[in-house]
């Protein structure tokens, strides 16, 4: 079965502080994994993929996150939030066994000065 | 600028009135999906396609209904038999369908 788990509802960080936003997942098979941002009202924009080269996967604007199959997880990090950073984040699988990717339901990420 | 267009922005409906939600992209991308959001409940899948003239229904596709006779254009038309339309829909589009999808601005439709 295809699954995402994000952990998180909600997270809130000071600005300048690291922020870790927990995603695991279950896949039937060797997965593509994906992050994405949404701002308010807005559509959703690719964070980072994962497709099955570097564990470790460096992203746009500072975001990074690190694929560990004994886990099933892929976190993402950043070492220093911002006030931009606020916004929701959806953690996404794909799994060549199933038609269409599999959303996890989100976490929002609040960022306090 | 390649990318996916959705129009309008901001739609009112009122009960009983079926309306239709415009896609279209530009990218050459074979796959197309339209998606619902609610609070809290992430994104729930109603359509997608694979290929011109063919789609499939996906997770909540009662009371809505598509067509797909261009590459370029995915509309979605959401029906009086849809109890609950009010929602924030989005359009995606993908080169494959396990491949990263690129989304539209998204319309909310509300029903007054």
């Known amino acids: 079965a295809q699954s995402v788990t994000q952990l998180d509802s909600h997270v809130s960080v000071s600005e300048g502080t690291p922020v870790l936003l927990r995603c695991n997942y279950s896949s039937s098979y060797s997965p593509s994994l994906f992050w994405y941002v949404q701002h308010p009202n807005k559509g959703l924009q690719l964070l980072l993929k994962?497709?099955?080269?570097?564990?470790l996967v460096k992203g746009i604007n500072g975001f990074e996150a690190e694929f560990k199959k004994s886990e099933t997880s892929f976190h993402l990090t950043k070492p220093s939030a911002h006030m931009s950073d606020a916004a929701e984040y959806f953690c996404v699988v794909s799994d060549p066994g199933y038609s269409t990717l599999t959303f996890g339901k989100g976490t929002m990420l609040l960022v306090s000065p | 600028d390649g990318g996916i267009t959705q129009s309008p922005k901001y739609l009112f409906r009122k009960e009983g009135q079926n309306v239709t939600l415009s896609c279209e992209q530009n990218?050459?991308?074979?796959?197309m999906y339209w998606y619902r959001q609610d609070p809290g409940q992430g994104l729930r899948l109603i359509y997608y396609?694979?290929?011109?003239?063919?789609?499939q229904k996906g997770d909540i596709a009662e009371g809505y209904s598509v067509s797909r006779e261009k590459k370029e254009s995915f509309p979605l038309t959401v029906t009086s038999a849809q109890k609950n339309p009010t929602a924030f829909y989005l359009c995606?589009?993908?080169?494959?369908?396990?491949?990263?999808?690129?989304f539209g601005q998204g319309t909310r439709l509300t029903v007054v």
């Open positions: 995606a589009s993908s080169m494959g369908l396990n491949t990263e999808a690129f």
């Open positions: 396609s694979q290929i011109v003239n063919d789609f």
């Open positions: 994962y497709t099955s080269a570097a564990t």
């Open positions: 990218l050459n991308h074979d796959a």
